[in-house]
């Protein structure tokens, strides 16, 4: 009534509430009845007053704030809580720096916590039966007034346990907990068990005991399998100077299992071509045989292997060299000498080859030998080739 009596009143009180005047009388009343909540808000950085944004959001969406006091005093109450001391406490266990308001902090919680640590929360409640509500706050998708109150009194309480166990940079406390959990068949060296600890999936804190020891061993198998491949193909790389043993075989001309001196070669050169076929207590043996003194040989000793595996005893006396009979099966029986052994084509091409070389060198040196016999050692050597050689035999019953 008396704006409408008054002259120029209207007017006056217009030009006067404007929203920056609201908002710096806004600022006095709440810095005035919390200033905690401006201290507070000094501490974490803000410089842009967010707090007090944040102080009329939550006040607008609350029916009757402007005829209660109480109503506005709790919803500061509620801020400072929420907004500040939380937050607080959430960046100092982080080391983190500059503004951040309550959701950010939250989600940067839940991610050291539930994600980033592998470790199932059931294993750290048997450890520290503290946790068990701080972990239950921080699974809930919205938490009320009294749940922020009493998660920023757990974290001040168990401040050393959360540092130490989740904002470690190191890991040391999650590391020491995998192996108590998978025992000796947890890897010993730091960087490796390190490197098996980030390869757990990110939900493994919200798994059972149980379930986690059937997914972890699968990890570990899969860990150790890939660690002792590298371990295996770094150890042919530097013994033969190849990256694989079809390098190797094309290089040399050569079976690569050829350049071994182990058990089941064959086997030993299959795991390192392609370790993702052979199981984690396969490659560990065959690491261990490619590590023992004299498990490779240069190129000329392979070759010498090669000739013996393949030529006859009698035909190896005819001097044939390795660069001749690789010459020859490359033509025979293609570019891939890797696969020479298994070739069902090899004793023929190798009876091929002794018969050409046979003709080229080793007749014309026979026929001289014979000529040069008298007849009676004549007679002696061919009742030696019919005893030795039925086609002999044969030859002279036509």
């Not at 008396?2 to 209207?10: D, F, I, K, R, W």
């Not at 046979?358 to 080739?385: C, F, G, I, P, W």
Request: charged share 30%.
């Amino acid at each position: 009534m008396m704006l409408l009596e008054t002259p120029g009143l209207a007017e006056a009180m217009a030009k006067y509430m404007t929203p920056v005047v609201f908002d710096k009388a806004f600022q006095q009343y709440i810095d005035n009845a919390k200033p905690e909540l401006k201290a507070a808000a000094k501490r974490l950085g803000d410089s842009s007053n967010t707090y007090c944004r944040a102080v009329k959001t939550q006040l607008a969406a609350t029916s009757g704030w402007l005829w209660k006091r109480g109503d506005a005093e709790s919803v500061l109450e509620d801020v400072y809580y929420r907004q500040m001391l939380c937050v607080e406490s959430i960046r100092r266990l982080a080391g983190l720096s500059g503004h951040m308001n309550f959701e950010d902090a939250m989600n940067h919680l839940r991610n050291a916590v539930l994600d980033e640590n592998k470790v199932p929360t059931e294993f750290l409640v048997k450890k520290y039966p503290a946790l068990q509500h701080f972990f239950e706050l921080i699974s809930k998708p919205t938490l009320s007034r009294n749940d922020v109150k009493i998660l920023g009194e757990i974290i001040e309480q168990q401040d050393k346990v959360i540092r130490e166990v989740f904002f470690d940079m190191g890991q040391a406390w999650q590391l020491g907990a995998m192996r108590e959990i998978f025992g000796e068949v947890w890897p010993k060296m730091v960087a490796e068990s390190i490197d098996l600890y980030n390869a757990f999936p990110p939900d493994s804190a919200r798994a059972d005991i149980k379930s986690f020891k059937a997914i972890g061993r699968g990890k570990i198998e899969e860990f150790s399998r890939t660690l002792v491949s590298k371990q295996i193909i770094a150890l042919w790389r530097t013994r033969t100077h190849t990256e694989s043993p079809d390098e190797w075989s094309r290089k040399y001309a050569l079976p690569s299992e050829c350049v071994l001196v182990v058990d089941d070669a064959k086997s030993a050169v299959d795991a390192v071509a392609d370790p993702g076929s052979a199981s984690a207590e396969r490659l560990q043996l065959v690491l261990k045989n490619l590590e023992k003194d004299g498990a490779f040989v240069d190129e000329n000793k392979a070759g010498e292997f090669f000739l013996k595996r393949v030529l006859p005893a009698r035909y190896q006396k005819m001097g044939f060299s390795v660069s001749e009979l690789s010459e020859w099966l490359l033509k025979k029986l293609g570019s891939a000498p890797g696969r020479w052994l298994n070739d069902v084509r090899l004793q023929e091409a190798v009876e091929a080859f002794v018969k050409q070389g046979y003709d080229t060198h080793a007749r014309r040196q026979a026929a001289e030998k014979v000529n040069m016999l008298s007849d009676a050692e004549a007679k002696k050597l061919l009742l030696t080739l019919i005893d030795q050689i039925p086609d002999v035999g044969l030859t002279v019953l036509e």
